[in-house]
């Protein structure tokens, strides 16, 4: 199963709503800092738009995105004094919880033994970046004869350079956007989509020209 969440879906009623769950545990009132608020507003419904893509899964994103913001909430003081300033903190535990998540879901093999979709974590993300990289690269894209060799570019590519994709081409955000999700200076967003059009064109031994993106 693919899947990859429209901005104008219906993510904005799965967004988890931190203050009041955080309030809601036994003993515990939480009053949620103005600028985590803005954060959270700012940043929430891409961080759950990545992970249901990365994931296939809604309820699984909406639980590592909720596990991130109790886990924000909870130390907001000392991730301000992170490097790279809170988004790219906020990112890091992302991908690690979402990570984690799939390595903690088990699955039977052909064989009935139990196994984990580590090694193959990348599957649902990688089908919807092949779709929506045919889609932006229709002209340079059109003289290959089967997808299949994108596929094995796209799910070859360093982390950063796959995010990016992801970010940019499946979701749709532009380059300044994706930049600030990740916590990543802008151009240093555009030199990874450069380098993974590179290896893209690299893999596929075709010339995908110049990435002239307008930001």
């Excluded at 009053?31 to 759950?48: K, V």
Aim: glycine share 6%; with cysteine; charged share 25%.
């Amino acid at each position: 199963m693919t899947m990859s969440v429209p901005e104008d879906s219906d993510a904005r009623s799965a967004l988890p709503t931190t203050s009041e769950e955080l309030n809601s545990l036994q003993g515990i009132h939480y009053e949620m800092p103005s600028d985590l608020d803005a954060f959270y507003r700012m940043y929430a419904r891409p961080q759950l738009r990545y992970a249901a893509t990365v994931l296939g899964d809604m309820k699984a994103a909406q639980s590592v995105v909720r596990r991130l913001y109790t886990h924000l909430s909870l130390n907001w003081a000392v991730v301000l004094l992170e490097d790279g300033g809170p988004e790219a903190y906020a990112w890091r535990v992302l991908k690690m919880s979402v990570e984690l998540h799939m390595r903690m879901t088990v699955g039977p093999a052909a064989d009935g033994r139990s196994t984990t979709p580590a090694g193959n974590a990348r599957t649902t993300a990688v089908h919807e970046a092949v779709r929506a990289t045919l889609e932006n690269m229709r002209t340079q894209l059109a003289a290959i004869e089967s997808p299949l060799g994108l596929y094995t570019a796209i799910a070859a590519l360093p982390e950063r350079q796959f995010d990016v994709i992801i970010l940019q081409y499946v979701l749709g955000y532009p380059c300044k956007q994706a930049a600030n999700i990740m916590g990543i200076n802008p151009a240093t967003a555009r030199t990874h989509r450069r380098l993974a059009r590179k290896r893209i064109a690299t893999k596929l031994g075709i010339d995908l020209g110049d990435d002239e993106e307008k930001e």
